[in-house]
Nanobody
């Protein structure tokens, strides 16, 4: 029901935009989030956005470089990633929360996409 796309390989300093398209149901009433997981590491919170898009929160490691946004008419959430670093290399997952309130905790998310791989080379 959540399809993430837009991953790929990029050099350090470059940019990518991830998309997360929902199908089968509307997620416009729910907060959405992005998480990532690098090999051998735990899943890490990246960004979250409220149902209206009016509130956003970011993980410390991406603050100022990444921007989360949503288009409820298209049932899609985006993650604009700028100034990418090798340590941003990971599989990125989008998720829909149980509620409209943005949350940084993975357990508060009900639906998860399949993930898209981002590789940043130095």
């Amino acid at each position: 029901q959540l399809q993430a796309s837009g991953g790929g390989s990029v050099q350090a300093g470059g940019s990518l935009r991830l998309s997360c398209a929902a199908s089968g149901r509307t997620f416009s009433s729910y907060a959405m989030g992005w998480f990532r997981q690098a090999p051998g590491k735990e899943r890490e919170f990246v960004a979250t956005i409220s149902w209206s898009g009016g509130r956003t929160y970011y993980g410390d490691s991406v603050k100022g470089r990444f921007t989360i946004s949503r288009d409820n008419a298209k049932n899609t959430v985006y993650l604009q990633m700028n100034s990418l670093r090798p340590e941003d290399t990971a599989v990125y997952y989008c998720a829909a929360a149980f509620t409209a309130t943005p949350t940084t905790t993975p357990l508060n998310y009900r639906y998860w996409g399949q993930g898209t791989l981002v590789t940043v080379s130095s």
